[in-house]
């Protein structure tokens, strides 16, 4: 069976920072493109960024929705099966639930990604 196991949200001040994982099992994730999202209350799911894996290509590639790019950074360890996803500068308006997803589809789009984690919640409040 695949599957995928977000962990690292948790409760944080605005301005912390978080790391949060992504770990695969039953199948290789190295082969898959990985894409981050996330959930805010009572909004759609949104894509914020996604890495190549050898799929596409060249495996490593990233890519960042708007709303991602500066504070984001996604990165993939494929000896540990693993995809990242470091956040800095946290904002009240980054809460949600983030989940890593994974497909050989490179989009940013949330729909058109197969295989799911059960996503780890983050909260931004002081």
């Known amino acids: 069976q695949l599957h995928l196991v977000e962990s690292g949200g948790g409760l944080v001040q605005p301005g912390g920072s978080l790391r949060l994982s992504c770990v695969a099992s039953?199948?290789?994730?190295?082969?898959?493109?990985v894409l981050w999202s996330r959930q805010a209350p009572g909004k759609e799911r949104e894509g914020l960024s996604y890495?190549?894996?050898?799929?596409?290509?060249?495996?490593?590639?990233?890519n960042y929705a708007d709303s991602a790019k500066g504070r984001f950074t996604i990165s993939r360890d494929d000896a540990k099966n693993s995809a990242y996803l470091q956040i800095t500068n946290l904002k009240p308006e980054d809460t949600g639930v983030y989940y890593c997803?994974?497909?050989?589809?490179?989009?940013?789009?949330?729909?058109?990604?197969?295989?799911w984690g059960r996503g780890t919640q983050v909260t931004v409040s002081s």
């Open positions: 890495i190549s894996g050898s799929v596409s290509g060249p495996a490593g590639r990233t």
């Open positions: 039953g199948f290789n994730l190295a082969r898959y493109n």
């Open positions: 997803a994974a497909d050989a589809t490179s989009t940013m789009d949330p729909k058109l990604y197969a295989y």
